[in-house]
């Protein structure tokens, strides 16, 4: 959360620092602000708000400097005011410094340097980062920050820079992200790669508790023991995908890249044979095929793509799964162990709960994988192993296309594991290799049908109710819950989300005279049994939408509304149902005239507990 970025060169910086924060606003985006040296102190500008408000009052800023720190914020601690915005700087405006994350004894801190004067100017944690800074700095902030680190506890990222000393930045990481970017006599520090694509492809990774310098002509990296060798690699990524290429909104551009994210992430793992490879993946198959449980730790949207998983791993590999939102599953008694793979999910690769889990977990000796979009994202450096979702950089802060990659990287492991466990023939495994190939093309006929459309306007004439209930059964079930997290978060209409066969025993009684119910109801050996949950509801005066399979006339019988969609193979049918109610909330939104790719109070990257 918050995306911070600096820059040390030779070119006028302003400009790009700010199209750096454009590339982060995903992260946050309650409030920015940038610090440019002026020979004199620092030029610094905050705004409440997202980042044209920053641009907007950057208007008469000269952009001259060759050195600078942006951040975008989203709010930890102490409200959404201007004061509050980074930079942070120490009250002589010497050292600016951005940050993200958390410094959890900030109070303890804070009270130590008021007791010694100082006068802080926001309600912040971050802020007792610069007057540490200025209290220890002998004229070198290097070693200022060396002084300063050992002071901090909790999960951070921050870059700082003293005015004495422009032509140099410093970074330091615990926990929280930090990548620099190295150009031709320019360099770059900051959240995520994204920020400085445009620039450069040369990347370094740092390590947690590493501290990096940045100087026009180069990069040192220190650990605890002093300066350490890194060599930056060239990074292969899309930096098209920060763009909306059209569309009115990335979730919207994020919604149609769904074929294509599909058909990456099955690349070459699955072969003609049903044969599924797995590289990465940190096991042999031998080893794999003695796995006695599977262990699935995740939060949001991916969490639902965990409870999919579930279904195909148990109903293909016949292993016993749990599953479990990560910030339960971190704090609970661990009983993973040796012989257990516990599958952590996370599209970012920088949860802190799933990153937490994953930890303990793998502290009790069971195999970690990370399933993430995310290349060299600090899960894939905290695990065993690594599963890769190919969904291309992902924007809009509502999960859509990494979530359906996300359950196609689970089947892919369900048809392996099932063949290594002799509960898939190689004729079964085939049929479902098939059935999985078949898919890209499935949605993409989809998307390309009038069925989107309807859903626009059946969306429209829904969006003034103030409620609505999810309801299905079987895989449909995670299908509702993540539908009904999707409208939740981005039109920000109250939603329940329920196995409808649980829905007597209390959620029933929120129904009145035209209350709108959501059900899965795709074809499926519960079909009837969710007909008849239908049925109960109208009887009740419910307004029914129904996502069902092309071809079933009998649920229009049943329902006020029906959301088409094409048949699939009954256990892959959530990566087809839940497009009609991604589309359904988006445009619940539209008409409610919302901005759906930055929906408020959320950030894309949820990097602190
Ligand atoms: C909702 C959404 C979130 C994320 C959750 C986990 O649309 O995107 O619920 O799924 O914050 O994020 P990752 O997958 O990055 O760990």
């Given at each position: 959360m918050c995306g911070i970025i600096g820059y040390v060169g030779s070119r006028p910086c302003r400009d790009l620092v700010i199209s750096g924060l454009e590339r982060l606003e995903y992260r946050g985006y309650d409030s920015a602000g940038l610090a440019l040296p002026n020979g004199d102190g620092f030029t610094a500008v905050r705004a409440v708000g997202n980042l044209a408000k920053l641009k907007a009052a950057l208007e008469d800023v000269a952009g001259d400097a060759t050195s600078g720190l942006g951040h975008t914020r989203w709010a930890t601690?102490?409200?959404?005011?201007h004061d509050n915005a980074h930079p942070h700087f120490d009250q002589g405006g010497a050292v600016a410094v951005v940050v993200n994350g958390i410094i959890e004894n900030f109070s303890s801190l804070r009270r130590e340097l008021q007791a010694e004067g100082v006068v802080f100017s926001s309600e912040t944690d971050a802020e007792v980062i610069p007057h540490l800074l200025a209290r220890a700095y002998e004229g070198d902030i290097v070693e200022a920050v060396q002084k300063v680190l050992p002071q901090l506890d909790g999960h951070y990222a921050f870059v700082a820079m003293h005015a004495s000393e422009p032509q140099r930045l410093v970074g330091a990481r615990h926990e929280c992200p930090l990548v620099v970017g190295v150009g031709d006599g320019e360099t770059f520090l900051a959240?995520?790669?994204?920020?400085?694509l445009r620039e450069t492809r040369d990347v370094m990774n740092l390590e947690s508790g590493e501290i990096v310098i940045l100087e026009a002509d180069g990069v040192t990296v220190l650990n605890g023991q002093g300066p350490i060798k890194r060599t930056p690699e060239t990074v292969d990524m899309d930096d098209d995908a920060a763009e909306k290429a059209g569309f009115e909104t990335f979730m919207l551009k994020e919604i149609h890249e769904q074929p294509q994210a599909l058909y990456d992430t099955l690349g070459d793992r699955l072969r003609p044979d049903g044969n599924v490879v797995l590289d990465d993946f940190g096991l042999d198959d031998a080893a794999l095929a003695r796995t006695e449980r599977v262990h699935i730790v995740a939060c949001g949207t991916s969490y639902h793509a965990g409870l999919v998983g579930r279904y195909l791993l148990e109903d293909w590999a016949g292993i016993p799964v749990h599953v479990e939102v990560a910030s339960e599953y971190r704090y609970r008694t661990c009983l993973a162990g040796p012989g257990d793979l516990v599958i952590g999910i996370t599209q970012s690769g920088e949860t802190a709960d799933t990153l937490a889990a994953m930890r303990v977990a793998r502290e009790r000796g069971a195999h970690v994988v990370a399933l993430t979009n995310i290349m060299g994202s600090q899960a894939t450096r905290d695990a065993d192993g690594v599963l890769y979702t190919r969904a291309g950089l992902e924007i809009g802060v509502a999960a859509t296309k990494t979530h359906t990659a996300q359950i196609m990287g689970l089947a892919l492991l369900a048809v392996k594991l099932g063949r290594l466990r002799w509960a898939l023939s190689g004729a079964g495994a085939a049929d479902l290799g098939d059935e999985l190939r078949r898919l890209p093309e499935l949605l993409q006929q989809y998307l390309d049908s009038p069925h989107p459309a309807a859903v626009a306007e059946v969306a429209q004439r829904y969006a003034n109710h103030r409620f609505f209930l999810y309801l299905g059964r079987h895989v449909g079930v995670p299908v509702c819950f993540e539908g009904a997290l999707k409208l939740k978060e981005i039109s920000y209409i109250p939603t329940e989300a329920y196995a409808a066969g649980e829905m007597?025993?209390?959620?029933?009684?929120?129904?009145?005279?035209g209350s709108p119910v959501v059900t899965v109801a795709t074809d499926g050996h519960v079909f009837d049994k969710v007909v008849s949950n239908i049925q109960e509801v109208r009887a009740r005066g419910a307004r029914v939408v129904a996502v069902a399979t092309e071809g079933n006339e009998q649920i229009a019988e049943h329902s006020d509304d029906v959301l088409w969609v094409p048949r699939a193979q009954p256990l892959l049918s959530p990566i087809i149902a839940i497009l009609p109610l991604q589309l359904f909330a988006y445009h619940v939104a539209q008409t409610l005239g919302l901005n759906v790719d930055q929906p408020r109070n959320l950030a894309k990257t949820v990097t602190v507990e």
């Amino acid at each position: 959360m918050c995306g911070i970025i600096g820059y040390v060169g030779s070119r006028p910086c302003r400009d790009l620092v700010i199209s750096g924060l454009e590339r982060l606003e995903y992260r946050g985006y309650d409030s920015a602000g940038l610090a440019l040296p002026n020979g004199d102190g620092f030029t610094a500008v905050r705004a409440v708000g997202n980042l044209a408000k920053l641009k907007a009052a950057l208007e008469d800023v000269a952009g001259d400097a060759t050195s600078g720190l942006g951040h975008t914020r989203w709010a930890t601690h102490g409200r959404v005011t201007h004061d509050n915005a980074h930079p942070h700087f120490d009250q002589g405006g010497a050292v600016a410094v951005v940050v993200n994350g958390i410094i959890e004894n900030f109070s303890s801190l804070r009270r130590e340097l008021q007791a010694e004067g100082v006068v802080f100017s926001s309600e912040t944690d971050a802020e007792v980062i610069p007057h540490l800074l200025a209290r220890a700095y002998e004229g070198d902030i290097v070693e200022a920050v060396q002084k300063v680190l050992p002071q901090l506890d909790g999960h951070y990222a921050f870059v700082a820079m003293h005015a004495s000393e422009p032509q140099r930045l410093v970074g330091a990481r615990h926990e929280c992200p930090l990548v620099v970017g190295v150009g031709d006599g320019e360099t770059f520090l900051a959240s995520a790669i994204p920020a400085f694509l445009r620039e450069t492809r040369d990347v370094m990774n740092l390590e947690s508790g590493e501290i990096v310098i940045l100087e026009a002509d180069g990069v040192t990296v220190l650990n605890g023991q002093g300066p350490i060798k890194r060599t930056p690699e060239t990074v292969d990524m899309d930096d098209d995908a920060a763009e909306k290429a059209g569309f009115e909104t990335f979730m919207l551009k994020e919604i149609h890249e769904q074929p294509q994210a599909l058909y990456d992430t099955l690349g070459d793992r699955l072969r003609p044979d049903g044969n599924v490879v797995l590289d990465d993946f940190g096991l042999d198959d031998a080893a794999l095929a003695r796995t006695e449980r599977v262990h699935i730790v995740a939060c949001g949207t991916s969490y639902h793509a965990g409870l999919v998983g579930r279904y195909l791993l148990e109903d293909w590999a016949g292993i016993p799964v749990h599953v479990e939102v990560a910030s339960e599953y971190r704090y609970r008694t661990c009983l993973a162990g040796p012989g257990d793979l516990v599958i952590g999910i996370t599209q970012s690769g920088e949860t802190a709960d799933t990153l937490a889990a994953m930890r303990v977990a793998r502290e009790r000796g069971a195999h970690v994988v990370a399933l993430t979009n995310i290349m060299g994202s600090q899960a894939t450096r905290d695990a065993d192993g690594v599963l890769y979702t190919r969904a291309g950089l992902e924007i809009g802060v509502a999960a859509t296309k990494t979530h359906t990659a996300q359950i196609m990287g689970l089947a892919l492991l369900a048809v392996k594991l099932g063949r290594l466990r002799w509960a898939l023939s190689g004729a079964g495994a085939a049929d479902l290799g098939d059935e999985l190939r078949r898919l890209p093309e499935l949605l993409q006929q989809y998307l390309d049908s009038p069925h989107p459309a309807a859903v626009a306007e059946v969306a429209q004439r829904y969006a003034n109710h103030r409620f609505f209930l999810y309801l299905g059964r079987h895989v449909g079930v995670p299908v509702c819950f993540e539908g009904a997290l999707k409208l939740k978060e981005i039109s920000y209409i109250p939603t329940e989300a329920y196995a409808a066969g649980e829905m007597k025993h209390g959620p029933i009684a929120l129904l009145e005279e035209g209350s709108p119910v959501v059900t899965v109801a795709t074809d499926g050996h519960v079909f009837d049994k969710v007909v008849s949950n239908i049925q109960e509801v109208r009887a009740r005066g419910a307004r029914v939408v129904a996502v069902a399979t092309e071809g079933n006339e009998q649920i229009a019988e049943h329902s006020d509304d029906v959301l088409w969609v094409p048949r699939a193979q009954p256990l892959l049918s959530p990566i087809i149902a839940i497009l009609p109610l991604q589309l359904f909330a988006y445009h619940v939104a539209q008409t409610l005239g919302l901005n759906v790719d930055q929906p408020r109070n959320l950030a894309k990257t949820v990097t602190v507990e």
